[in-house]
């Protein structure tokens, strides 16, 4: 409320989501003023794209709609940002700690998916496969939550820092 008050940047999302848009110089000037203080940023650099296709929901609210986004609960926002806020410019060295960091970041949002977990499953087919259990990947004992962070990891290891050996 205090960036509106000073038109210091500009909002995104609807007025409720407190999340701003800031240039460098949009954040220099509210922390050389008092407005804000360097906690109260998160730098973020990219751009992700969402084609707005007439026939479909559209754009992120149809990706959320379509079950491929989570929205995380107003209440948990805030211990939300106070993690994330917690991470680093990536490096090889804060790798682990930034991952663990993300990991964190998705419990407070309040998922009850956790990386690397492992329940042994040993009915249906051979030892460690349940055929009921889509949760496994097919005929292992290994959860398809593990898989995709061991394969995120691998990917921010190998595209982000040059180093695909870190990932494993």
């Given amino acids: 409320s205090k960036l509106r008050a000073a038109k210091i940047g500009s909002e995104v999302g609807p007025a409720s989501s407190?999340?701003?848009k800031c240039t460098q110089d949009d954040?220099?000037?509210a922390i050389a003023s008092g407005i804000?203080?360097?906690e109260d940023f998160l730098v973020v650099?990219?751009?992700?794209v969402w084609p707005k296709a007439v026939s479909v929901a559209q754009?992120?609210?149809?990706e959320v709609a379509n079950n491929r986004f989570e929205p995380i609960p107003k209440s948990r926002v805030e211990s939300v940002w106070h993690v994330l806020k917690g991470q680093e410019v990536l490096t090889k060295m804060n790798f682990v700690k930034n991952v663990d960091r993300a990991n964190e970041a998705w419990r407070a949002a309040g998922s009850d998916v956790v990386g690397g977990s492992r329940?042994?499953?040993?009915e249906g087919i051979g030892e460690g496969y349940?055929?009921?259990?889509?949760?496994?990947?097919?005929k292992t004992a290994k959860k398809v939550a593990e898989l995709s962070d061991d394969a995120l990891r691998c990917w921010v290891a190998t595209f982000l820092l040059g180093a695909p050996t870190l990932g494993h």
Avoid: C, I, M, R
Avoid at 59 to 62: A, H, I, N, P, V
């Fill in 18 to 20: 407190g999340v701003w």
């Fill in 27 to 29: 954040a220099t000037k």
């Fill in 36 to 38: 804000a203080s360097p």
């Fill in 45 to 48: 650099s990219g751009v992700s």
């Fill in 59 to 62: 754009g992120l609210q149809g």
């Fill in 119 to 122: 329940e042994e499953k040993t």
């Fill in 130 to 138: 349940d055929e009921e259990d889509d949760s496994y990947v097919h």
